[in-house]
């Protein structure tokens, strides 16, 4: 068993089930547009596959999938600097999704907390696909021998189970074929909460609109909704330490923190003693304009879905190069005959 090098390469996946919030902005998109500046190739993609294991409705799915797409380029996502594609334009994906399927366990799967909390009460309901959908979130990461896979602090156990799949695969079939991926985390500070309440995460399904906000929203909105915002009383504290009872206070200073690439330390170096009535101003101008030229960018790529699904297309054939000949080693490694 010779020791593999594997190309520093980054990917990761966002659903394509409508609704992109700040919370995907500052908690996932940010980061992946920074690993494009870094030395990693790096792939990100909509899952559409995942997104159909709770019912989609085919329209909405294609219309999420380009307004997703459109959201990742107005972010900075640059179609030449990484790969962008939807999962399903990808066969090989789900082609080694199959053969992940037989190697997880129905013990490991069954531990799955996102399942147990989206099947809710109603499991026997719930499709098998939703059951199944760790072993293809494995198979997206390693079919492209991915090494590192920015996520959510809620995607820590699907990455578990990425690494357990790929050791037992190594383990069964004496090979080193499969990496060990890393899971990058982001830490709680990227938590972008409700602004209505501080103790809720920011959510597209939170059914006070005013809780959020999206990134299709304009500037009249993204202003409006952070003027609105729940807060408390008090001045703002000029140390971290005062924020940690006020949940609201400190989703607004840490978001103001997470736009302007600053610490918290410092926000609250320059914002301390102030009260809401003076922050809430800077906040709303710091949003808008960090954010209101994303939703106009958005908003002028939905016009033009073609040239998104060009975009796709092309994404899709540079990461064949990469999946094709993986796919067909692993076919070998199991012994199919080709
Ligand atoms: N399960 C992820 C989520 O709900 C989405 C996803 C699917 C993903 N495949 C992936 C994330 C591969 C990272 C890598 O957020």
């Known amino acids: 068993m010779s020791e593999q090098k594997f190309t520093p ?3 990761s996946g966002i659903q394509p089930s409508g609704g992109l919030t700040l919370g995907n902005y500052l908690g996932a998109i940010k980061r992946f547009v ?21 019912w989609q409705d085919p329209a909405d799915l294609t219309r ?16 030449e600097k990484s790969i962008l594609i939807n999962q399903s334009q990808v066969p090989e994906h789900a082609q ?15 531990r799955m907390t996102q399942f147990k909390d989206k099947a809710g009460k109603n499991a026997e309901n719930a499709s098998l696909g939703l059951f199944g959908y760790p072993a293809l979130m494995a198979a997206d990461i390693l079919v492209y021998h991915a090494t590192h ?36 985390i982001e830490g709680a500070a990227t938590r972008v909460m409700s602004l209505r309440d501080g103790s809720k995460k920011m959510s597209k399904s939170d059914p006070s ?60 170096n320059e914002v301390g003693g102030q009260q809401f009535g003076t922050f809430k101003p800077l906040l709303a101008d710091l949003a808008v304009s960090k954010l209101a030229p994303i939703s106009t960018e ?20 540079q990461a064949r190069e990469i999946t094709a000949p993986i796919l067909k080693r692993t076919y070998e490694i199991v012994g199919m005959v080709g």
């Open 9 to 11: 390469r980054v990917f």
């Open 34 to 54: 920074q690993m494009q500046e870094e030395d990693f190739e790096t792939i990100y993609c909509m899952v559409d596959l995942h997104a159909i294991t709770v």
């Open 64 to 79: 999420n999938t380009r307004e997703l797409a459109a959201g990742f380029i107005a972010s900075g996502i640059s179609p």
């Open 96 to 110: 080694l999704g199959w053969i992940f399927n037989c190697v997880a366990r129905m013990g490991w799967m069954k």
């Open 149 to 184: 896979v920015p996520v959510g602090e809620d995607q820590k156990q699907h990455l578990e189970l990425t690494r357990d799949i790929a050791a037992k695969f190594n383990h069964d079939y004496g090979v080193d074929f499969f990496p060990m991926t890393e899971p990058v």
């Open 209 to 268: 609109d005013a809780s959020r906000i999206n990134m299709t929203d304009d500037a009249d909105a993204i202003a409006k909704k952070i003027r609105k915002a729940k807060t408390d009383p008090d001045a703002l504290p000029s140390e971290v330490e005062g924020l940690a009872e006020r949940p609201e206070a400190r989703n607004l200073v840490n978001i103001f923190a997470a736009l302007s690439d600053r610490t918290v330390e410092d926000v609250l």
């Open 298 to 317: 958005m908003a002028r790529l939905m016009d033009d879905p073609a040239e998104i699904d060009r975009i796709l297309a092309k994404g899709a054939s």
